[in-house]
């Protein structure tokens, strides 16, 4: 940039505050929209958080931060502990389950296309239809995935009843749904490796495994980092799942942060809506806590090309 | 490096904006005053008074096919009857809970409907949100008397003799059972179960397994349902709550660990461990499923389950329906009903409006409606004499099944305990109730520690609700 505008150059100026207008124009609508369906109900969450409720769950007197200090106890610490562990079973097979399916799919074999739109379907399907599905398989007392283990000799299982499978269960609809989307976009990275990098490393006698992790992940470690910044909050704000499936049960084994707004806003005629603010809040912390310590650590290690 | 940085931002924009969304989801209410003034009933002169059609809306939850098509069925009648003066409006508010949670954000906004549909547990909130006009006050007005109403029901929604709203679907919790299974086990099916030892006695008959040891038909399987711990604690003629199951004063205790409450969960936790007894959750579909597909021999559920239960089982296996059981041969209480009722909304309601919405109400309630309300939904007919119309009987003859719920409830005493608890937080108990059934169930908790912790934990929500309005 060798033209450096001097800020005494009254023509210069004029084009600036005529591009400063215009990206303010076309920025507009967008921040219209950000202002109405994101800034205002933050504002709104803030001041909820620090009143009180009354009977119909309209806002009452400040109680400063008495709300955020309700949670100050070990069983919201239990629903925040459960949370994380659902992250986690949800956001490594949902990478690693994808990645596997791609790798051989990126072969250019006959009918491989057939196979990709068959394993990226479940992205065509809502959480509520695939929990419904779901509730099928795992029903207790008609469940079909235990008649076909059973069939196998096997012994069936309480999917959703016993309190240490319930969480796995629910994790693996959401793996399920995930797969999909997280098979495309993997697709798409894997199609865009540059044929001239893989030629060179195939010289190099570049062979399964160490092509695999030596070449084709850092290739596309751009598209992995999304995908674990993406799947990370799709997880954390997983509800649809839980809802239809368990009510975040057996015993609270299933009762994260999301679903422990709803219980608090508005099942059972409860209408805590200050609480409930409170803790939406802290899942707003806990996401930007995650999505920072992402950005911090992993995104590092990303090879952007 | 300038690609990076755009990522970055935008990646970070997603990452904001989606967190922003789901925190903002939590707080959505407006503002808006609420005046706890007290509106008396309006003659029938005011809707001749009235100018052009007076529209009705009316808030339910009777969703699902049958119960929304036999609603619309009567309301469509009601505004053919009344046209060019009166027209209901149904809106269907999804499930209770949602109905409820619309109608508090409708009193902020001073926009409640002129009519809703509220499940039994929301009685007592309903009196408290002073938003509605009690049905006695229009019977009072038109000098007329709630005699054609079946006691027991009536006994649910009044309070201080005081009918607050008219009880519209009723029903009552029943045991089923497959007589197909009683047979092959060598059980009469003329002599169903009464007690929990019966049950289990005939569980031991009924339960089979295969040869790789998997339990292909379990004796007995309910879901945990709060409904029914009020109900097992009704039938042994136990209040519920304090203060007289909360009729004669406000109730603060809700009385969930009882002796008789504590021998009925560890019954109940030993069937399962013997694996006489299917959990299936607190799901009452998977209970129903479970039935119906013959994986349980004995279930409980209401009344309105019969339908399903009798369509679900036709061409496999025979359903027959008995008592509600008892804890102990020695219990002499019986069931609470349950179900939903009218209230008729009274602030920022038009004189005509509140009328009007009373004649859809009675309507609703004549013997001739509840008879055609009872037979093609199965909910027990709110008014005595829908039960002698022709309709009804020849109904009966041929579903014989349905006359289990009308001995049981004519042999039903109504006392405080068989009126059940009336409190504002009782979904809230109900919640709790589950919870802790759910604990003891599954050996999380022992049975004593499960209801006592539900005890501690109920005080305290009792106590934030009269906190809540000011009482």
């Known amino acids: 940039m060798p033209n450096v505008p001097l800020p005494s150059d009254p023509r210069r100026r004029a084009r600036r505050r005529r591009d400063i207008t215009l990206a303010l124009a076309f920025l507009a609508p967008s921040l219209l929209v950000f202002a109405v369906f994101v800034f205002f109900p933050l504002g709104q969450a803030v001041f909820l958080a620090t009143r009180g409720s009354d009977l119909f769950g309209r806002p009452t007197v400040s109680v400063g931060f008495g709300n955020f200090a309700k949670l100050l106890t070990p069983e919201f610490g239990g629903v925040l502990l459960l949370t994380l562990g659902y992250v986690v079973l949800v956001v490594v097979p949902s990478i690693v389950l994808p990645l596997a399916l791609a790798v051989p799919m990126a072969q250019r074999l006959p009918g491989m296309r057939l196979f990709r739109t068959a394993f990226a379907l479940p992205f065509a399907y809502s959480v509520a239809a695939a929990s419904v599905v779901f509730s099928l398989l795992y029903n207790p007392g008609t469940s079909v995935l235990n008649w076909v283990l059973e069939s196998l000799g096997g012994q069936g299982r309480a999917w959703l009843t016993d309190p240490s499978l319930a969480l796995v269960s629910v994790a693996l609809v959401t793996v399920w749904m995930n797969t999909g989307f997280n098979l495309l976009v993997l697709s798409a990275a894997l199609a865009g490796r540059d044929e001239e990098v893989l030629e060179a490393a195939v010289l190099d006698g570049a062979r399964g495994p160490s092509m695999l992790f030596r070449i084709t992940i850092p290739l596309i470690t751009p598209s992995l980092f999304f995908l674990v910044v993406v799947t990370t909050l799709n997880a954390l704000q997983s509800f649809g799942q839980i809802f239809i499936l368990t009510r975040g049960g057996p015993n609270g084994a299933t009762g994260v942060l999301v679903y422990s707004i709803y219980d608090t806003a508005f099942a059972n005629n409860a209408s805590d809506f200050g609480l409930a603010s409170a803790q939406g809040l802290v899942l707003l912390l806990v996401g930007l806590a995650l999505a920072a310590i992402q950005f911090g650590i992993i995104e590092r290690r990303v090879h952007y090309q | ?471």
Request: charged share 25%; aromatic share 8%.
């Open chain 2, 1 to 471: 490096m300038r690609r990076h940085s755009r990522r970055r931002a935008s990646a970070l924009a997603l990452t904001v904006s989606g967190v922003l969304l789901a925190a903002g989801c939590a707080g959505a209410t407006g503002g808006g005053s609420s005046d706890g003034e007290r509106v008396t009933a309006p003659g029938p002169e005011v809707l001749d008074q009235a100018e052009g059609v007076t529209t009705v809306t009316f808030w339910h939850s009777m969703g699902g096919g049958a119960l929304g098509d036999a609603l619309a069925a009567l309301t469509d009648r009601f505004n053919e009857e009344n046209e060019g003066s009166i027209r209901v409006e149904l809106v269907y508010k999804n499930s209770y809970d949602d109905a409820l949670t619309a109608y508090k954000a409708a009193i902020s906004s001073n926009q409640t409907p002129s009519l809703i549909q509220v499940y039994d547990i929301g009685s007592q909130f309903m009196i408290d949100s002073g938003q509605t006009i009690p049905v006695q006050e229009f019977a009072d007005a038109d000098g007329v008397d709630f005699d054609d109403l079946q006691p027991n029901i009536a006994g649910y929604y009044s309070i201080d003799d005081t009918l607050y709203s008219m009880p519209f679907n009723t029903s009552m919790p029943l045991m089923y059972f497959n007589v197909d299974a009683f047979e092959e086990a060598g059980l009469d099916p003329d002599n169903p179960p009464r007690t929990l030892a019966d049950i289990r006695e005939a569980a031991e008959a009924l339960t089979e397994t295969d040869a790789a040891g998997n339990t292909t038909r379990y004796g007995f399987g309910a879901a945990i349902y709060g409904w029914f711990l009020e109900q097992w604690t009704a039938g042994a003629g136990l209040d519920m709550c304090d203060g007289a199951n909360g009729r004669e004063e406000r109730a603060s205790e809700v009385l969930i660990d009882q002796d008789t409450q504590v021998e009925l969960l560890q019954w109940w936790k030993q069937m399962i461990d013997d694996g006489l007894a299917l959990n299936t959750g607190r799901e009452t579909s998977a209970a129903q499923d479970a039935f119906t597909a013959g994986r349980t021999a004995i279930t409980l559920e209401s009344t309105g389950s019969l339908g399903d239960f009798l369509a679900g089982a036709e061409g496999r296996f025979e359903v027959d329906t008995a008592f509600y059981p008892k804890v102990s041969s020695e219990d002499a209480g019986g069931p609470i009903i349950g179900g939903a009722s009218l209230w008729i909304s009274g602030p920022g309601h038009e004189p005509a409006e509140q009328r009007a919405a009373w004649e859809y109400v009675k309507f609703l309630s004549t013997a001739d409606n509840q008879a055609e309300w009872h037979t093609s939904t199965g909910y027990f007919p709110t008014n005595r004499a829908a039960l002698e119309t022709d309709l009804d009987r020849e109904w009966r003859a041929e579903n014989p099944q349905f006359d289990t719920a009308v001995d049981q409830l004519e042999a039903t005493e109504l006392t405080t305990a068989t009126q059940g608890c009336l409190a504002g937080a009782m979904p809230k108990v109900r919640q709790l109730a589950e919870e802790a059934i759910e604990a003891a169930l599954t050996g999380a908790k022992s049975v004593e520690d499960a209801l006592g912790d539900a005890r501690e934990a109920l005080r305290g929500e009792m106590s934030a609700y009269t906190d809540s309005i000011g009482g």
